[in-house]
């Protein structure tokens, strides 16, 4: 028997359960998947070969993926995909494998000989080894995502017919909407929604942090990148080589089913989506219950209140300190509310919550709080699960989390301290509780701390970068070399976050004063990657400003600067080589240019040997 097939047979003895039927003669059978929300990211526990491994609950994944960091920690032999096989994504295209996992165990039920397609990229941060994507979504049929209380249902239906699946709206209002008939090629659940009027096909996809519009959707909706009110908001990335720029820009009306969202913002982006204009991302999932009713080939939705669409105008930074309120409106089947209520109660038609009923339960809500920066709820229900189970480390590393985003440090920290009592090596409250010391300026602590997170963390964990990344605030540029290097000879060139990598390296290593020609070689490397990018050129021109070939560094500085970088450094490394060149006047004006950005440049820069 396929092992899809036995695991079905399988789950449905160990059914959590079943929620109450639709209709008299209509029957759903459900397993009950617990999802933890990391920022955006809907994780789920599993096992490779009796070792526990997080994935993305992926639902615009079509199949399980594991990252190639992942199969080479896992010691997981590489074959190679079908022939005309491509693997596509928001990035472009990308490189891919097929591997086997001899035993994954997923909801406590072991598969034997599980196939996984491997791809370069990592899947943002969290420590995600990969995906779980529709094959396992659509095992029994049907799937509801109920990510504010941190659960996916895997559920059967039975003698359904037409039968309304929202079965827990009981009075609330519910939208309903058709779906795309699925395919094995194509299994995504995709739909219709209306922006500013005009039609747009939409894909539902929990792996999207945020939801993405195309720029083509967005211009015939009348909205460009040049539009009033529009603003960058940096790069993404998914599946594939490319980071995609976004932009941040207002519509008056989105509308879909019989929810309309007035006066709201959206994100939209520059790259391909599988034949869709828009991605439905997990910030649109924990603001409504979704039922995705495969067997009727519909879709049920209803709103749970908050805002609708996350609006950061950038990309969440690495640690877990909060980026800015949002600014949506919440949806309405009345005269819509504008961007000013948006952080205002629910309006009445919002489903109350569920109440947990035990300590993980109020711990996936409290994480699923967290990621829509709704901390002061998060503590509470995080606190009351440490209470429930004072003995589980993570539920503390969580409070810990939402305690520093509710900008309260003290007591992150303490929890970060409870969290390391009951568990010493756990790397991800390990490097929490460093970067927490590094940005408290308590440099001992968070070298103790990251020197621990190094040995207790696999050669290709994916936190090798953020271990550089704090290594090098704690000015420890050896160390900081050595994490990258690892991590970029556990990734390969098709990784979106190469680039980067290879930059990290020769800044360190530029900042360092050693090893320069390797850091050009680095530089180099990351400009070859990704061309015209100024920090990359920034870096290179310290570099160059290091060797003492001046013409050059000012050339670097010369182009980054005219990317449009306002980085003190530019300036003053700009300034310290024209220093050098005899060219006072010049040199003296970019000195002044730095300080005005940043008053303490002089002695930042003389810590590091570049006085003029």
Known sequence: ????????????VFLAAAPPAAAATCKLRAANMAVTMIELRPMVHAQINGTDALFIADSGAFY???????????KLPLGSLPFGFVMKGVGGEAQGWLTHVTTFTLLDVPLRNTEFIVVGNEFGPG????LLGQNVFRMFGDVEYDLA????????AKDCGNSLMAYWAKSQPFSVIDIGYATPQSPHTTGVAFLNGARIRVMFDTGAATSLLTLEAAKRAGVTPDSNGVVAAGASNGIGRRMVKTWIAPFPSFRIGDEEVRNTHLRIGAGTMLDVDMLIGADFFLSHRVYVANSQHKLYFSYNGGPVFNLTAAPAPAGPTPSGPTANSAPSNNPAPNDATAQTPAPANANPPEQPTDASGFARRGAAFASRHDFEHAVADLTRACELDPNEPSYFYQRGLAHWGNRQPDLALADFDRALGLKPDDLPALVARADLHVRRREISAAITDLDAADRVAPREAPQRLKLADLYLFAGQFESAVAQTTLWIDAHGWDDTQMPRARNLRCWTRALWGEELNRALADCDAALKLRPNTATFLDSRALVQLRRGDYDKAIADYDRALGLGSKDAWSYYGRGVAKLRKGLTAAGKADIAAATALQANIADQAGKRGLSP
């Not at 420590?127 to 990969?130: I, R, S, T």
């Not at 209380?149 to 059967?156: A, H, P």
Request: net charge positive; no cysteine; hydrophobic share 55%.
């Open 1 to 12: 028997m396929p092992h899809r097939d036995w695991l079905i047979v399988a789950l449905l």
């Open 149 to 156: 209380n941190g659960v996916i249902r895997l559920v059967k």
């Open 127 to 130: 420590g995600a080894v990969g």
């Open 64 to 74: 399980n993926t594991l990252t190639r960091a992942a199969a080479d920690e896992f």
